[in-house]
């Protein structure tokens, strides 16, 4: 099956979701799935796209991500480190790890988001979790809650 793209990281038959159904934890993100996963391939392909000076959640969960930017620039938390991403920087988010990813304030950040179709719900961090997150001045700085 080909899934064709129609152009500005769209796909033929592939609506753009809102990022999530709930919470406000996050702003201007949207979502995009182009690959649900079948037989021994149970994997989902995605595309987030996150606005200029937008983020999305702060989580962590069991399951992990490769991620891979395809558009614009921004920064990651992966743990306790924040790291400028670009165009072609691919991003491994390994289990129970807090992650979290901000669009600069002057472009967009688009990603292309490998997940297995069957994983854990993200958790957010309770009041102890934040308060070890923020012990860290370059975490504390970045994060948005
Ligand atoms: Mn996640």
Redesign the pocket.
């Known amino acids: 099956m080909i899934v064709k793209t129609t152009g500005d990281f769209k796909w033929e038959g592939v609506d753009v979701l809102p990022y999530k159904e709930d919470g406000n934890m996050f702003r201007d993100v949207t979502r995009q799935v182009m690959f649900e996963g079948t037989g021994d391939l149970p994997v989902e392909f995605r595309y987030f796209e996150v606005g200029p000076g937008g983020h999305s959640t702060l989580?962590r969960?069991e399951h992990q991500?490769a991620v891979m930017v395809i558009r614009g620039r921004g920064r990651v938390l992966v743990r306790d480190s924040v790291t400028p991403i670009c165009c072609q920087d691919i991003v491994h988010?390994p289990p129970m790890t807090w992650?979290q990813f901000r669009a600069d304030e002057d472009s967009p950040l688009g990603f292309l988001c490998i997940v297995a179709c069957e994983r854990d719900r993200?958790q957010r961090p309770c009041e102890a979790e934040l308060e070890y997150l923020r012990s860290s001045d370059v975490v504390r700085e970045f994060i948005q809650i």
Request: overall charge negative; aromatic content about 0%.
């Open positions: 989580e969960h991500h988010i992650h993200p």
